[in-house]
C-alpha cells in the first residue's frame, strides 16, 4: 500500500489494523511526520501514548535510539494528554487509579531515562 505523505490524514480509515505498518519517506521529515500522525491517531482512538508507534518506525527509518527516545519523550505527551481530555470528558476517569498510573508511570520513566543515559554513549 502507498499512501502520499499530504493524503495521510484523509486516508487513515485506508490502514489496516491487524498488521504490522512500516513508513518509508524520502525525507528527514516525512517519515518522523506520519509516525506521528499514525501514533496520535492510534493514541486517540484507544486512549494509550504513542510511542509503542513512533519509536519502532523511526528506528526502522535508521534514527539513533537515544535520539528517537528523545523525540519519544517529548511527543508522546501531547497525543496522550489529547486521548485523556477526551476520556475526561466523558467522565471516564478514576482519581485514585490516575493518581496511582501517574506516579508509577513518572517513576519508570525516570528510572528508564537514567539507564539510557548511562548505557548509550553520547551521539553527534
Known amino acids: ?17 491487524n ?3 512500516i513508513a518509508f ?5 516525512r517519515g518522523p511526520f506520519a509516525g506521528g500522525v499514525l501514533a496520535g491517531f492510534v493514541s486517540g482512538l484507544l486512549g494509550v501514548g504513542g510511542g509503542g508507534i513512533i519509536s519502532p518506525l523511526m ?6 535510539p537515544k535520539k528517537v527516545a ?12 489529547s486521548a485523556f481530555i477526551t476520556y475526561a470528558a466523558m467522565g471516564s476517569i478514576s482519581i485514585k487509579i490516575l493518581i ?11 528510572l528508564g531515562t537514567k539507564v539510557m543515559q548511562k548505557k548509550c554513549s553520547p551521539t553527534p
Not at 496511582?100 to 525516570?110: C, D, H, N, S
Open 19 to 21: 498488521k504490522a505498518i
Open 25 to 29: 519517506c524520502s525525507s528527514v521529515f
Open 100 to 110: 496511582f498510573a501517574g506516579l508509577a508511570a513518572w517513576a519508570g520513566g525516570y
Open 70 to 81: 528523545t523525540v519519544t519523550a517529548f511527543s508522546v505527551p501531547f497525543s496522550s494528554l
Open 59 to 64: 528506528i526502522l527509518q535508521g534514527f539513533n
Open 1 to 17: 500500500m502507498h499512501i502520499p505523505l499530504d493524503e495521510l490524514p484523509q486516508r487513515l480509515e485506508e490502514i489496516p489494523g
